[in-house]
Nanobody, 122 residues
Framework: QVQLVESGGGLVQAGGSLRLSCAAS????????MAWFRQAPGKEREFVAH????????YYGDSVKGRFTISRDNAKNTVYLQMNSLKPEDTAVYYC???????????????WGQGTQVTVSS
């Protein structure tokens, strides 16, 4: 069993930056692909980014490409999402997810965190 706990969300002005963290329990973190998704009120869950087990491969959703960076530290069982040039439309609850195969589909991930709120004011 893997438990995921996100942190780092908050309120920021447009153009600002935030870094989200997701700490994982268990000894299998290094075998899992990790991802970030987000969901805004009244909208479908949206893929943000995923990263391979080693961290050598990353993939981003079109709406965040060039602004967000996903990374991981396997020694700390933690995955990060650095968010720069934030826009009001980035406002959402951000979820960390873990699974054996990294894809842009939520169904690929077996483990999910509880989410952290990010609010970007204009």
């Amino acid at each position: 069993q893997v438990q995921l706990v996100e942190s780092g969300g908050g309120l920021v002005q447009a153009g600002g930056s935030l870094r989200l963290s997701c700490a994982a329990s268990g000894r299998i973190f290094g075998t899992l692909s990790m991802a970030w998704f987000r969901q805004a009120p009244g909208k479908e869950r949206e893929f943000v980014a995923h990263i391979s087990q080693s961290g050598s491969s990353t993939y981003y959703g079109d709406s965040v490409k060039g602004r967000f960076t996903i990374s991981r530290d396997n020694a700390k069982n933690t995955v990060y999402l650095q968010m720069n040039s934030l826009k009001p439309e980035d406002t959402a609850v951000y979820y960390c997810a873990a699974g054996l195969i990294g894809t842009m589909w939520g169904s690929s991930y077996s483990y999910w965190g509880q989410g952290t709120q990010v609010t970007v004011s204009s």
